[in-house]
């Protein structure tokens, strides 16, 4: 596709549920990252990805969450036993090389995620 | 202290104003400073990249870097009602791939 896809766009599960949320990037693009975005604030680094591999996942908040790339394009960040305060836009974004390089990371619309 | 701060407004200004949208940064090895603007209930999209000190321009929109500092600012001249958005300052140290956003800064303008 022309840019990022996200799905689902919006999701509503009940607390102690177990989510997944699918990301696929722009193609061609090596580097993936997920980002969390909670009403008026900033989006917030969860994990990135270049190919198949989790460069930095510092970001994740605990061993509840989780994300994979497993053939280098698509990715699935998956949340455990959610919580209300999981409640958020998880954003995605992809880039032709690593963001340090030129900065440009191509973002997705969202999963906005709500926890009851 | 969060490494980049950011006012999260709301700025409301009339049709036509100089906007001015800053941020404060405590991390000396950021090197790679960016704006992105985020439409409600819509992903972020860069706006401008600048490395290291110094000014760029594209149209109306010029970003500035002061790194003895540590501070960012964005001008938007002739401030149009599209400009309606949250504008979201971004850095990235040389050493890593993480790019740290601000908080924000909600801006409207009016006709």
């Known amino acids: 596709g022309a840019g990022v896809s996200q799905t689902p766009s919006n999701k509503v599960t009940e607390k102690g549920k177990y989510v997944e949320l699918r990301c696929d990037p722009i193609s061609g693009h090596t580097a993936l990252y997920w980002y969390r975005q909670s009403l008026g604030q900033g989006p917030e680094f969860l994990i990135y990805?270049?190919?198949?591999?989790?460069?930095?996942d510092s970001g994740l908040p605990n061993d509840r969450f989780f994300a994979v790339r497993p053939e280098g394009s698509v990715s699935t960040l998956k949340i455990q036993r959610t919580e209300r305060g999981d409640s958020a836009v998880y954003l995605c974004?992809?880039?032709?090389?690593?963001?340090?390089?030129?900065?440009?990371?191509?973002f997705g619309e969202g999963s906005r995620l709500t926890v009851l | 202290q969060k490494e980049v701060e950011q006012d999260p407004g709301p700025l409301s200004v009339p049709e036509g104003a100089i906007v001015s949208l800053n941020c404060t940064y405590s991390?000396?090895?950021?090197?790679?400073f960016m704006w992105y603007r985020q439409y409600s209930r819509k992903g972020p999209e860069l706006l401008m990249y600048?490395?290291?000190?110094g000014n760029k321009e594209d149209g109306r929109f010029t970003a500035q870097v002061d790194k003895s500092s540590k501070y960012i600012s964005l001008f938007i001249r002739d401030s149009q009602p599209s400009d309606s958005a949250t504008y979201l300052c971004?850095?990235?140290?040389?050493?890593?791939?993480?790019?740290?956003f601000g908080t924000g800064t909600r801006l409207q303008v009016f006709p």
């Open positions: 600048t490395y290291s000190s």
């Open positions: 974004a992809s880039s032709q090389k690593a963001g340090g390089l030129t900065g440009e990371l191509f």
């Open positions: 990805f270049q190919g198949t591999g989790a460069a930095d």
């Open positions: 971004a850095m990235i140290s040389y050493n890593t791939d993480k790019l740290i």
């Open positions: 991390n000396s090895a950021f090197q790679y």
